[in-house]
């Protein structure tokens, strides 16, 4: 991967520093100083315009800064209707929009636009991850968390930094998870169980064995951590995403479970057949934005159809597939019932039975949220599925 750098003018000389970035956005081309003299209308104006500002004055100053350019965003008249664009595109049918599926990528598209206005206010990174700014916290372990070992100076956005140091206190002091008894602690990059609904899904069901498992798509190892706290003798986590599987082998050594659990990187099924096989998608189908996305957005279903697809060949005879899935999608348009009967159906597999949840986290009870309508009705469900 090419690394990118960032290009200023400063007292008179040409300057560069590696650009990072989690989000995947490109170093800005138009970059020009800012300090505590820097006004929160001309920030805004220059972040409209494409410009981004390089920090110069008090750390402090620079979050207040960026707070009040949110609250300008989030002020501005919105366009009654807008096209969609490129970064609202989606995987749903080329059929006629549902009003809930007009109204997500128009949230979409909000979402982003103020994702790239507020990136335009960057802050100078050290060669050890250290902010050169005055009153700056110290960052550098959630820095090295999310970027890798310092080795040389870099510019970073203010809101990315401020995600970073969030995602560090998360991994510090860990999700209680009530049906585990204990917390799961995630790194940044990995969806965190902040939704515990699905993990009491199932702690809840029948197990089919005690034998072994599969969990694919193991995160933060809280389902693997689930069965073989309830008693699964066996069970291989799986996971493309390297963060992944540090964070979950990391989590079940925290919690004396690397006798009974193992981690392996792979794209969906290890070898060998168990009697259950746990999947917890992206319940999403849209492409993502970012990177980080990948853990609520599956890009043409392509976990959910692979899961279904290679199901079949991966369970011992009488053996149940899990598949942990909310229907949001379906509320917003996007993938219809239907659809996913016949996924299920045209992989070999049937429906032995369903178990319905109705999550409780706080967007559910958000009416100003744009697509309340849809997390007001979402059900969170495991499907166990067989071989047909």
Not at 115 to 128: E, F, K, N, W, Y
Request: net charge neutral; glycine share 8%; aromatic share 4%.
């Amino acid at each position: 991967m090419n690394t990118q750098v960032v290009r200023w003018t400063e007292a008179g000389e040409d300057r560069s520093a590696r650009w990072r970035s989690e989000s995947g956005a490109p170093a800005p081309k138009r970059v020009v100083i800012a300090d505590d003299e820097t006004t929160a209308d001309a920030a805004y104006r220059m972040a409209c315009e494409g410009t981004a500002m390089l920090w110069r004055g008090d750390f402090h100053n620079a979050r207040q800064l960026l707070q009040a350019m949110a609250r300008r965003i989030d002020r501005k008249p919105r366009r009654s209707n807008p096209k969609p664009g490129p970064a609202a595109a989606t995987d749903a049918p080329a059929t006629e929009p549902t009003p809930s599926a007009v109204a997500f990528h128009r949230h979409r598209q909000a979402q982003n636009l103020r994702a790239r206005t507020l990136g335009m206010l960057l802050v100078p990174l050290g060669p050890d991850h250290a902010v050169e700014l005055r009153r700056a916290p110290d960052v550098r372990l959630a820095c090295a968390e999310a970027y890798g070992p310092a080795d040389e100076p870099s510019i970073a956005s203010l809101r990315e930094l401020l995600g970073l140091i969030g995602a560090h206190e998360w991994r510090r002091k860990g999700v209680e998870i009530a049906s585990l008894g204990d917390r799961i602690h995630p790194h940044y990059g990995v969806f965190s169980p902040v939704r515990s609904e699905y993990v009491d899904l199932v702690a809840e069901a029948a197990l089919p064995s005690l034998v072994s498992a599969f969990d694919i798509g193991t995160g933060t190892g809280i389902l693997a951590a689930v069965l073989a706290g309830r008693g699964v003798k066996h069970v291989v986590a799986t996971d493309l995403d390297q963060r992944a599987v540090d964070c979950a082998g990391e989590n079940l050594a925290r919690l004396g479970l690397t006798d009974r659990v193992s981690v392996l990187r792979t794209d969906l099924f290890p070898l060998g057949r168990a009697p259950l096989v746990v999947c917890n998608p992206p319940w999403v189908p849209a492409r993502p934005a970012t990177p980080v996305d990948h853990a609520v957005y599956d890009p043409g279903s392509r976990m959910l159809l692979g899961f279904l697809d290679g199901l079949a060949e991966h369970l011992e005879p009488g053996g149940e597939g899990w598949l942990l899935l909310s229907d949001l999608a379906e509320h917003l348009g996007l993938r219809t019932r239907e659809e996913l009967l016949a996924a299920i159906d045209a992989a070999g597999l049937t429906v032995l039975g369903r178990a319905d949840i109705q999550p409780t986290h706080r967007r559910v009870f958000d009416e100003s949220d744009p697509l309340h309508v849809a997390r007001a009705a979402e059900v969170t469900s495991l499907w166990r599925l067989g071989v047909r």
